[in-house]
């Protein structure tokens, strides 16, 4: 059976930053390693339109091509932010039944998750000895509470003395190098869970459900 994972977001962050995530949680939550070959890729579906109505419409179109068989997918990741709730009721609609579907929420963006992993932005940063004045250096600061994580990041990029270059609205290389030099072997789940506890804590749970549903089948 395949272990293929579909990624369905709004934008390339997500694209980058989710496969790690979920090849951490295969391995810590669900006992085993994923991609458990080269084909069993995180695939990223194209949309013809950025945004949360481009994944209703990327959603809406492999519904009705799912069952052709063109797909062998195990699965398929839908993340949406919580600005989204008529489309995340719309989506629902179009997945009720399919269990190859499942919809996570990242609350605001998906940077929250990356936030809330603290031990691993404080080493990218290079500030684990200690932070110098910002909003995550608050004694109560909650990623999953940040209204505006991103702005956060390009915070902690202006503050850090190794960028060349600011967060901004969304830096795909500083994405990218994150994921690679710290969460594609060393994700802080914990962390990340006991920060986002609504968003990705239930994300982590039904990611690991599924998980183990593939590992069960691949030993079948």
Known sequence: MSTKIGIIAE??????????????IAAEKAGFNWPVTSDDVAEV???????????????????????SGDFDHACFVILLDRRTRAVQEKVHKLIRGK??????????????????????????????????????????????K??????????????????????????????????????RDGARLEEIAAQCAEGFGQFQERMTNRLRQLKAAARD
């Open 11 to 24: 934008g390339p962050i997500d694209h980058v930053l989710l496969p790690p995530l979920i090849a951490r």
């Open 45 to 67: 579906f194209p949309m013809r339109k950025r945004g949360h109505g481009g994944a209703l419409e990327t959603v809406r179109a492999l519904v009705k091509v799912l069952d």
């Open 99 to 144: 269990d190859r579907f499942m919809l996570g929420t990242a609350i605001e963006e998906i940077e929250a998750w990356w936030l809330g992993d603290r031990t691993n932005t404080l080493a990218w940063t290079g500030f684990q000895t200690g932070l110098p004045a910002c909003r995550y250096a608050a004694a109560k600061y909650c990623a999953e």
């Open 146 to 183: 940040d209204a505006a994580p991103k702005n956060t990041l390009d915070e902690l990029t202006r503050l850090a003395d190794r960028f060349d270059r600011y967060y901004g609205d969304g830096n795909l290389d500083h994405a990218t190098e994150f994921a690679e030099d710290h969460w």
